[in-house]
């Protein structure tokens, strides 16, 4: 059984960094998909950012040059590096893990299968 566990999240001002951290049980990381999708109030769930197949990474066009995903495969942990945050990156930021998948609806890339709790970020202007 797969259990994803995050932790990381809190409130920071505009422009201000965090990183999340996403530790997995029950599941090999290097050859399948672990990442991030979040969630604001009233809105659907988002896919943030992935990393897949031994470490290619996809992201949201919302988050580029901001957001960066990585893997410790010795820890099972999926982090994602978050910089320059904005006001409207306030939402629950759940870890997914998945499988690869050709024009998965995760990214493009990737299937999601499991999901952790969530982890909340807010970002005040």
């Known amino acids: 059984q797969v259990q994803l566990v995050e932790s990381g999240g809190g409130s920071v001002q505009a422009g201000g960094s965090l990183r999340l951290s996403c530790v997995a049980s029950?599941?090999?990381?290097?050859?399948?998909?672990m990442g991030w999708f979040r969630q604001a109030p009233g809105k659907e769930r988002q896919a943030v950012a992935s990393i897949y197949m031994y470490g290619s990474r996809r992201y949201a066009d919302s988050v580029k040059e901001r957001f960066t995903i990585s893997q410790d495969n010795v820890k099972n942990t999926v982090y994602l590096q978050m910089n320059s945050l904005k006001p409207e990156d306030t939402a629950m930021y759940y870890c997914?893990?998945?499988?690869?998948?050709?024009?998965?609806?995760?990214?493009?890339?990737?299937?999601?299968?499991?999901w952790g709790q969530g982890t909340q970020v807010t970002v005040s202007s």
């Open positions: 997914a893990a998945g499988r690869p998948s050709y024009r998965g609806s995760w990214l493009g890339v990737c299937e999601a299968n499991d």
């Open positions: 029950g599941y090999t990381m290097s050859s399948n998909c």
